[in-house]
């Protein structure tokens, strides 16, 4: 999602500055309410994450791999099946939401189904704590297998690139909201995961174990999810003993930067690697 923040508006200053001013909000709110005490910060896990985020953000200057660059290329060209039809602004501001986060929402599953797939995706899984960083921690390949399938699903629905702009931009927000190690107050989680995804939501998708794991694989939205029943909640009092990662012969490297950038040509391919099957 660093990608959106460098092509996905017209106004990239205010996005890039934006960014910003949210990531230290979240860091602020995870010192002072966090979900889980993590105990003894493994060494080079941040500084990991982070190199992550730089490559990708470093690509994704690079090349447009924003779904708005697609999206404004096939409303120009009258491609698309909203372009052609000439879909109202409302309902295809509407379709927009629903078609980006549905296509989230089965690229995740499938980073999960296919073992070439989950090669690649299993870096993000790898990270034996969870926080803002692990927002971050996403392979290099990962961009370049998603990025063509969100460009050909927005040029064949024709997707609104107005609307993308704001909900890539929204998207980044929840890239590190839901990864933040942040405690939302339970009256309010409730009511906001109805509809969205939370932390509370999420962290059950990074857990160890993989019934955890095959489950809540929405960013934004708890929709879909619920439609297709992998939608999963848990008390915040469990969550607190929640453990993350692979199961403990995955963990090795889990923190060594260079140990996950070769992660995908190395070991098994199938997500078998999970601590439990329960």
């Not at 003894?40 to 200057?61: K, W």
Request: charged share 15%; hydrophobic share 50%.
């Amino acid at each position: 999602m660093l990608s959106a923040l460098i092509r996905g508006g017209s106004a990239p200053w205010l996005l890039f500055f934006g960014f910003w001013a949210i990531l230290c909000l979240f860091a602020a709110a995870e010192l002072w309410r966090p979900l889980h005490d993590g105990g003894e910060e493994p060494g080079g896990r941040i500084a990991g994450n982070v190199g992550f985020g730089v490559i990708n953000a470093a690509i994704g200057a690079a090349v447009p791999v924003s779904t708005v660059v697609p999206a404004q290329w096939a409303a120009a060209h009258g491609i698309g099946l909203m372009n052609h039809l000439a879909v109202p602004f409302l309902a295809a501001a509407v379709a927009t939401v629903l078609v980006r986060s549905l296509a989230t929402y089965v690229m995740h599953r499938l980073s999960h189904a296919v073992p070439l797939l989950w090669r690649v995706h299993r870096v993000h899984h790898s990270d034996t704590r969870i926080d803002l960083s692990t927002g971050f921690r996403n392979h290099p390949l990962e961009l370049a297998i998603v990025a063509p399938f969100y460009a050909v699903v927005t040029v064949a629905c024709g997707l609104d690139p107005r609307v993308l702009a704001v909900y890539e931009a929204v998207g980044i927000v929840f890239t590190l909201w839901d990864h933040a190690n942040l405690a939302v107050p339970e009256p309010a989680d409730r009511l906001l995961r109805r509809l969205l995804v939370t932390p509370a939501v999420h962290h059950i998708h990074h857990s160890s174990r993989r019934a955890d794991t095959d489950s809540n694989y929405g960013e934004v939205l708890t929709l879909w999810d619920r439609v297709f029943g992998t939608y999963r909640e848990k008390p915040q009092a469990e969550l607190r003993e929640t453990r993350f990662g692979l199961g403990d012969a995955a963990d090795v490297g889990a923190s060594s930067f260079l140990h996950q950038l070769r992660a995908p040509f190395a070991g098994e391919a199938a997500p078998s690697s999970f601590a439990s099957e329960a």
